[in-house]
T-cell receptor, first 110, second 111 residues
Framework: GEDVEQSLFLSVREGDSSVINCTYT??????LYWYKQEPGAGLQLLTY?????DMKQDQRLTVLLNKKDKHLSLRIADTQTGDSAIYFC??????????FGAGTRLAVHP | EAQVTQNPRYLITVTGKKLTVTCSQN?????MSWYRQDPGLGLRQIYY???????DKGDVPEGYKVSRKEKRNFPLILESPSPNQTSLYFC??????????FGSGTRLTVV
């Protein structure tokens, strides 16, 4: 069935770049998403990319999509302590749902 | 301001006592859905609705009911809650492509 996988933890030093990786199985996914969840909070849409794009940049965020390998990545430049959160990768499963990964916990240390 | 509003934010209940979690959106979106979030599993879809009076099961519908009598509201009903339904619940809407908007979540504990 449809599946999205991502690593569970990432630790980076403040000021460095963070790269969170994700793989998905459904090649028909039209949109791929990155959501951020801070402790005790809901899901914040960070960015999304249409499947016919290779890259999308939005300020400190860069999304790369390798459709052939079904690989999505999120790069956060100049990572700050406020970026500490859980990051979810999600793929659209048709019009009616999102398939989520388990989430990557990003820890930013001084 | 575009919003998805869930109530309550926190709920502790006992096994078997019926409860309803409400969800309301002000974006006039036809599509609404419910997800549950569990550690290590990400979010999984419970039910979705493509329009008024049109609902369908997601990946984990057992133990849940929904209704869609009007476009803005999509309540989640647990007729007889059990401890394995202890979870964090999210309501979401989508305009028909692009980004999904999620509510702030409802943390449910069933004892």
């Amino acid at each position: 069935g449809e599946d999205v996988e991502q690593s569970l933890f990432l630790s980076v030093r403040e000021g460095d770049s963070s790269v969170i990786n994700c793989t998905y199985t459904d090649s028909s996914s039209t949109y791929l998403y990155w959501y951020k969840q801070e402790p005790g909070a809901g899901l914040q849409l960070l960015t999304y990319i249409f499947s016919n794009m290779d890259m999308k940049q939005d300020q400190r965020l860069t999304v790369l999509l390798n459709k052939k390998d079904k690989h999505l990545s999120l790069r956060i430049a100049d990572t700050q302590t406020g970026d500490s959160a859980i990051y979810f990768c999600a793929a659209s499963g048709g019009y009616n749902k999102l398939i989520f990964g388990a989430g990557t916990r990003l820890a930013v240390h001084p | 301001e575009a919003q998805v509003t869930q109530n309550p934010r926190y709920l502790i209940t006992v096994t078997g006592k019926k409860l309803t979690v409400t969800c309301s959106q002000n974006m006039n979106h036809e599509y609404m859905s419910w997800y549950r979030q569990d550690p290590g599993l990400g979010l999984r879809q419970i039910y979705y609705s493509m329009n008024v009076e049109v609902t369908d099961k997601g990946d984990v519908p057992e133990g849940y009911k929904v209704s869609r009598k009007e476009k803005r509201n999509f309540p989640l009903i647990l007729e007889s809650p059990s401890p394995n339904q202890t979870s964090l619940y999210f309501c979401a809407t989508n305009p028909g492509g692009g980004g999904y908007t999620f509510g702030s979540g409802t943390r449910l504990t069933v004892v």
